[in-house]
């Protein structure tokens, strides 16, 4: 955590899912739920934990939404008609 007193914080990073493994869990998450089509998604803005959605900037300096994507592309084709 960066507000830690860590002296290697630099060199210390959270992997992030592939889409394809966030596709994944997502699709557990459904097939886990219950009645109440509930599924919680931690956090937005956790980006210290590595728990972040929220759009970032690429090397390149592009706007990545890659996981929101994803996450609707699961939310989509979950939907109940």
């Given amino acids: 955590m960066s507000w830690e007193n860590c002296k ?3 060199v210390q990073f959270i992997q992030q ?3 394809a493994e966030l ?3 997502l699709a557990n998450a459904y097939r886990f ?3 109440d089509d509930l599924i ?3 956090a937005w803005n956790e980006f210290d ?3 972040f959605i929220e759009p970032t900037l ?3 300096g592009l706007i990545n939404i890659n996981k929101l ?6 939310v989509d084709n979950n939907k109940r008609r």
């Fill in 69 to 74: 994507e994803t996450i609707k592309e699961v």
């Fill in 8 to 10: 290697d914080f630099n």
């Fill in 23 to 25: 596709k994944k869990a």
């Fill in 33 to 35: 739920q219950n009645k």
């Fill in 17 to 19: 899912p592939t889409s």
């Fill in 58 to 60: 690429t090397k390149d």
């Fill in 40 to 42: 919680l998604l931690y």
């Fill in 49 to 51: 934990e590595g728990g």
